[in-house]
């Protein structure tokens, strides 16, 4: 029930278009839900979260889709660039009770020129 | 500027030796955190502390192990016990969850050490 499920774990996407990376979650409760960026040798960093009381994030070209009765949140990128080329966590957590968050098993994404 | 720093980024280990990973934070987060990544397999939570001089197994502790005696240091042991320990090693921070508002990030990473065997 702690687990995070992501897919897919590998997305190839031409220069200008829309990548879409998956998670579900089983825990009810859970209450926020983050996204890491890692590039190639670094630390993953927080892209962008949700909390369940929406149903959709926007900041930039990134933008989170919740759906609380599916149990699924999803990030999608617009007009996908050569520099968003990295490996995206998705993650999950129940904010004010515990320090853990709970990762999905990340996707690699690769935009192509 | 506050953050996690991590060392070395590159790190050997012989059969048979134990070797360390430093992590220090500056950032005066009260929680700590250990992962490791492999290929394929997410990050894994090898073990956390929320206070200095406490600290608990995350899910893959066997082979491992921590001391947190300051509140900035948070280093990890990786024993000749741990028979597979060819990974990238991922040290975090967070704000204890009773001190969280909002707008606080949920963890802060450092940029990884990569451990190699000889």
């Known amino acids: 029930q702690q687990q995070v499920k992501q897919s897919p774990q590998s997305l190839i996407v031409q220069k200008g278009g829309i990548s879409i990376i998956n998670c579900a979650y089983e825990?009810?409760?859970?209450?926020?839900f983050p996204w890491y960026q890692q590039f190639p040798g670094k630390g993953p960093a927080l892209l962008i979260a949700?909390?369940?009381?929406?149903s959709e994030k926007k900041e930039g070209r990134f933008t989170i889709s919740f759906n609380k009765s599916a149990k699924q949140f999803s990030l999608h990128i617009m007009d996908s660039q050569p520099g968003d080329s990295a490996t995206y966590f998705c993650?999950?957590?129940?904010?004010?009770?515990?320090?853990?968050?709970?990762f999905g098993t990340g996707t690699r994404l690769q935009v192509f020129p | 500027d506050g953050g996690i720093t991590q060392s070395p980024k590159y790190l050997f280990r012989k059969e048979g030796q134990n070797v360390t990973l430093s992590c220090e934070q500056n950032?005066?987060?009260?929680?700590m955190y250990w992962y490791r990544q492999d290929p394929g397999q997410g990050l894994r939570l090898i073990y956390y502390?929320?206070?200095?001089?406490?600290?608990q197994k995350g899910d893959i502790a066997e082979g491992y192990s921590v001391s947190r005696e300051k509140k900035e240091s948070f280093p990890l042991t990786v024993t000749s016990a741990q028979k597979n320990p060819t990974a990238f090693y991922l040290c975090?921070?967070?704000?204890?969850?009773?001190?969280?508002?909002?707008?606080?990030?949920?963890?802060?990473f450092g940029d990884g050490t990569r451990l190699s065997i000889l």
């Open positions: 949700i909390r369940p009381d929406v």
């Open positions: 825990n009810t409760a859970f209450d926020y």
């Open positions: 950032l005066n987060h009260d929680a």
């Open positions: 993650a999950a957590m129940i904010e004010y009770n515990t320090d853990k968050l709970i």
């Open positions: 975090a921070s967070s704000i204890s969850p009773r001190k969280r508002d909002r707008g606080n990030q949920p963890q802060h």
């Open positions: 502390s929320q206070i200095v001089n406490d600290f």
